[in-house]
Every structure is written in structure tokens, then in C-alpha cells.
């Protein structure tokens, strides 16, 4: 059922995208409990995806491979597999090739990249970000760097902290929570934002933002 609407969703990557999450409708998975709000979307169950992913409380997925990789940002609650459990602030990549059987005691929120990876980035990743993740002050936190590619977490208060990094052209920002505007496009708490002709000087911020960014990637 919906499987239609996850079929080829945004796959142009020549395309500024801007998507409030919070106004988008859940949509079943294949597996009781578990929905998802789908940004960008190759196939129905398989290929390129990036989601929003819900786990309500004692929901399981059944064991599962990920053939290019899985990438996770744990946005709320506490996400669970063999390897441990992961709170709020981690952030993990499974590589190509590996499995995983996930579950969630008491619920979660997921930023969740699926089938991203180039094929020669094998790096298991798993970070703690909790210390920038309940912090006040401005700050950049590196989560990952392979070639091109570089991730992080990013706290801003009223500075254009982004123009002080080197990022590619291609840019795409999940807004934790707060404000900021990129051109005509107002981005705030929960807004998913993928531009590949990115100007660091049109990224405004008047009060707070915190994001997760990644760049060089697309």
C-alpha cells in the first residue's frame, strides 16, 4: 500500500529541494509499527533513499542487509540493533555489505540515508554527538570525512558559521531545531534542504539553528 509514492521522489539532483517534514503524512513500512516520510526515493524497498523513520515503542524490523551502506542520525528516543543501543546525538554508518536487526524499547526518531555510500568506503562508524547535542554555545562537529564527502553537526547563534567551512557546491542540511533562511527559503526545525549550487553568503541566521550537513557527496 503507497508503495507508488516511493518510487523515483526527488532523484534530481540538479534540483534545489526543500521539504517541511513536519507536514508530511507517515507512511507504512513493511514491518508493524514502523513509518517512514520519505525526501528522496529511487525504489519502493530498495536503492537511494533518504527518510524521516519512526519506531513506536517495542516496534522490530526484521533482519535486513544494506548492500551500499546505511547512515543514521538519532534524532529522539533510543534506537536499538545487536551492536547496542543509541540514543539522541549518535550517529552511526553501517558500510556495504552489512546487516543489522533493529528495534526500539521505547521509540525513536530517525534521519535515516540508505544506499549512499561509494563502494569502497567499508568505515563502520559510531559516534556519540551528544556534546554538541544539548549544548548551547556555537560550535562544528566533524562526523565523518571519506574523499570528498564530509558530515557534521553545526550549532550557530546569529553568525554564518558555513561560510568559515570549505564546502562543495553540493550541499544538503536537516534542521535539528531553530531558524535560518537560505535565499527566498525560510528553513526551520525539521526542514530537509538539498541545493547543489550552494552560496555560503545566502545562508542567513538571526537567532539559533542546529543542523546536520553534509556535503560533497552528490
Given at each position: 500500500m503507497f508503495s507508488w509514492l516511493l518510487l523515483m521522489l526527488n532523484m534530481d539532483f540538479a534540483q534545489t529541494v526543500v521539504i517541511d517534514t513536519n507536514q508530511e503524512e507517515w507512511i507504512g513500512s513493511p514491518m508493524t509499527g514502523v513509518f517512514r516520510k520519505p525526501l528522496a526515493r529511487e525504489e519502493a524497498e530498495r536503492g537511494h533513499a533518504t527518510s524521516i523513520v519512526q519506531y513506536q515503542p517495542k516496534s522490530v524490523f526484521r533482519p535486513h542487509p544494506h548492500p551500499l551502506g546505511e547512515e543514521i542520525l538519532v534524532?529522539?528516543?533510543v534506537f536499538s540493533d545487536e551492536s547496542g543501543d543509541f540514543k539522541a546525538g549518535s550517529y552511526f554508518r553501517?558500510?556495504?555489505g552489512t546487516s543489522?536487526?533493529?528495534h526500539s524499547d521505547?521509540?525513536?526518531?530517525?534521519?535515516?540515508k540508505l544506499h549512499q555510500f561509494h563502494p569502497s568506503d567499508l568505515n563502520q562508524v559510531?559516534?556519540?554527538?551528544?556534546?554538541?547535542w544539548y549544548q548551547q554555545d556555537s560550535s562544528i562537529l566533524p562526523l565523518y570525512q571519506y574523499g570528498e564527502e564530509r558530515v557534521y553537526l553545526i550549532r550557530m547563534s546569529g553568525e554564518n558559521t558555513l561560510a568559515t567551512l570549505a564546502l562543495s557546491k553540493a550541499v544538503e542540511v536537516f534542521v535539528i531545531s531553530g531558524q535560518a533562511s537560505y535565499g527566498e527559503h525560510t528553513l526551520s526545525t525539521g526542514v530537509w534542504f538539498r541545493e547543489p549550487s550552494f552560496s555560503p553568503m545566502d545562508w542567513r541566521v538571526?537567532?539559533?539553528?542546529?543542523i546536520w550537513l553534509k556535503t560533497g557527496h552528490f
Open positions: 534524532l529522539s528516543g553501517n558500510p556495504p543489522h536487526a533493529p521505547e521509540g525513536c526518531l530517525l534521519f535515516v559510531s559516534l556519540d554527538a551528544s556534546s554538541i538571526d537567532g539559533e539553528c542546529f
